[in-house]
């Protein structure tokens, strides 16, 4: 791999890509995604992620693949809106399917580069892509497909600029060892993408799909210092439950699809009930 020396040197000849990341980032620092539950990492940096792993329905295969028609690369970017959506209702408050107030909302999801045909080894001058899109509260999932597709577009046209010089041009250096700055999380599938090529950046998630024949196998890796494995559980039961919805009702808003399940409304509901208020 390349020093950050030789990476500042390659970076100051690519003054198109520098500002279109600029462009597309500057000022979106401070948005949300997925909720720590722990405010401060308490991991000691040694034990690594740990793995929830999960297997997609037989039903939401179908769907996706007749969604992605048959392309790897669609159904990463099917799979990247799911994932997205499912930040956005957590970042906005919206889980129980309440649409809301306010302006567009920013999230960032990542992506490794594409993974080369080229088997051997290969020093690459980029290998991560930050997704960031501005999310209206009306939106489609179909609405969302679309903006997906021109944000990977986008980053993959202008992906030969180092992540770490973006991450120092942006005012938040990344420094070995600590947890990547700009993105806390990344969707790859295996048939496309190298989880190796992004493992120095220190991701808290990494959520990785696996096709084996018909089958989808989900692996959501999480850091155990800032997430509860009970959490990152329900995170991937309601990533399938919304996308089983998403994929069959696409003009439906991504807000009014339902990630809740009965449990959790029920006991939703109880405590509303038990309230005592005068409504």
């Known amino acids: 791999s390349k020093s950050l020396d030789q990476l500042s040197v390659i970076a100051g000849k690519r003054v198109k890509e520098r500002e279109y990341w ?28 740990e793995v929830v792993a999960f297997d997609v329905p037989a039903d939401l295969v179908t769907g996706l693949e007749k969604l992605s028609t048959g392309s790897n690369v669609r159904l990463h970017m099917v799979l990247t ?10 970042a906005a408050g919206a889980l129980d399917n309440d649409i809301p107030v306010g302006d567009a909302m920013g999230i960032r999801v990542g992506s490794p580069i594409l993974k080369p045909k080229d088997t051997g080894t290969k020093d690459f001058i980029n290998t991560f892509l930050v997704l960031y899109q501005e999310i209206p509260a009306e939106t489609t999932f179909k609405q969302l497909l679309l903006s997906t597709r021109e944000t990977l577009a986008g980053a993959l ?13 942006l005012g938040v250096p990344f420094n070995t060892g600590e947890p990547f700055p700009l993105c806390d999380c990344a969707v790859l599938v295996d048939t496309i993408h190298d989880y190796r090529l992004i493992e120095h950046l ?7 799909f696996s096709k084996e024949n018909s089958s989808l196998r989900g692996k959501w890796q999480f850091n155990p210092g800032l997430f509860k494995r009970s959490s990152v559980e329900r995170l991937a039961a309601q990533l399938v439950r919304f996308l089983q919805r998403a994929v069959k009702e696409p003009d439906a808003t991504i807000c009014g699809i339902d990630v809740l399940s009965e449990e959790v409304k029920e006991k939703i509901l109880v405590t509303f009930n038990e309230t005592g208020g005068p409504y």
Do not use: C, W
């Open 22 to 49: 600029l462009s597309r980032l500057d000022g979106s620092l401070d948005t949300l995604g997925f909720p720590y539950d722990f405010s401060v990492d308490h991991s000691d940096g040694e034990k690594g992620l």
């Open 81 to 90: 809106a799911g994932v997205t959506a499912l930040a956005y209702r957590y």
């Open 157 to 169: 046209e202008h992906q030969n600029y180092p992540v770490e010089i973006l991450a120092r041009d």
């Open 202 to 208: 220190n991701l808290n998630m990494v959520l990785s």
